[in-house]
């Protein structure tokens, strides 16, 4: 099996997505403890410029109810987008995370949010990143005045939400603190190009190119959205979820190639040993079927996006 692996590795034309049933297939019935974890992964995950890091994958547990995060370990950053999360949630990430950061524009929109907003505890950034070219310099020196730090980044050639990691991992290994999960406040409806930019870079951020231990969630109005590596993940559903979904939703798409193998179950409309890419099959408008965890096994990344109950708990 091990020569196989790395035969097909070699090899410039994936199999078909018949030959990639048949290994999940035979993969599945061998004795060896998470066989589909360890080795399903290395021999599907072929395609596409940039490689995952994702050798051996791991099972996964997930608990996508931001307000149980251990938030000493986490980072807040805030992209240029209006934040229309629930007040009381977003009062409770940012003063309890570990670091808090805005990105250009988002300076602005962290000062509305504040004047908007009667909470007089709000802490202020402690890093302002970006080319600034959007950021109000009044609200940034007023900001400064309070003791944020101004990390200027006015490369072009990254996003300014790609820039923004790298000083989070700068500034993380500077203080000699390991942090755990990173939440990006981002709006999912106006620019079509700034959303998929955003995707471009969750999916960079577990690349070699660009590798981040830490998870990233990017939380919209009442959304969290991550990357799912290849392997075997059970994601355990806030009550609020369960109880209610028809009134929520699920989608989860391939990321930089076809999935060529992804079995589900927990959804209302499961996988099993399906093929996944653009241009063919997508999860979208799903939703849970009642059980606390839901469990995927894929063979490649997917983008994972679920409706959140902030509105009913905070």
Known sequence: MRSACYTL??????????????????????????AIDIWLPKICNLRGPLTMISDPPKSRDWWPALED????????????????????LVRHLWNNSWLRVTVDGGTNQWHSFVKQNSFDDLKFPDLITGDLDSANPAVV?????????????PSQDETDFTK????????????????????????M??????????????????????????????????????????????????????????????????MGSACNVCTTTGLKWNLSGTLMEMGGLTSSSNTFNGEPIVTITNSSPLLWTMTMGYEESF
């Open 164 to 187: 923004a990691l790298k000083e989070v991992k700068k500034y993380s290994a500077k203080n000699c603190k390991s942090i755990d999960s990173i939440i990006v406040m981002v709006n």
């Open 69 to 88: 995060l251990r938030l000493k370990d986490t980072a807040v950053v805030i992209l240029n987008t209006s934040i229309e999360n629930p007040p009381k």
């Open 189 to 254: 409806c106006h620019r079509v190009d700034h959303f998929l930019s955003n995707l471009n870079t969750l999916y960079k951020s577990k690349t070699k190119d660009l590798y981040f231990n830490e998870d990233i969630y990017l939380l919209g109005r009442n959304s969290l959205t991550w990357l799912l590596q290849a392997g075997t993940h059970r994601i355990h559903v806030p009550q609020s979820l369960r109880l209610h979904p028809e009134n929520n939703y699920v989608g989860f798409f391939p």
């Open 9 to 34: 590795k070699r090899n410039s034309h994936p199999p078909s997505p018949f030959i990639y049933r048949s290994i999940y297939s035979f993969v599945s019935r061998m004795k060896t403890p998470r």
């Open 141 to 153: 020196e007023q900001f400064v005045s309070m003791g944020s730090k101004i990390i200027p980044t």
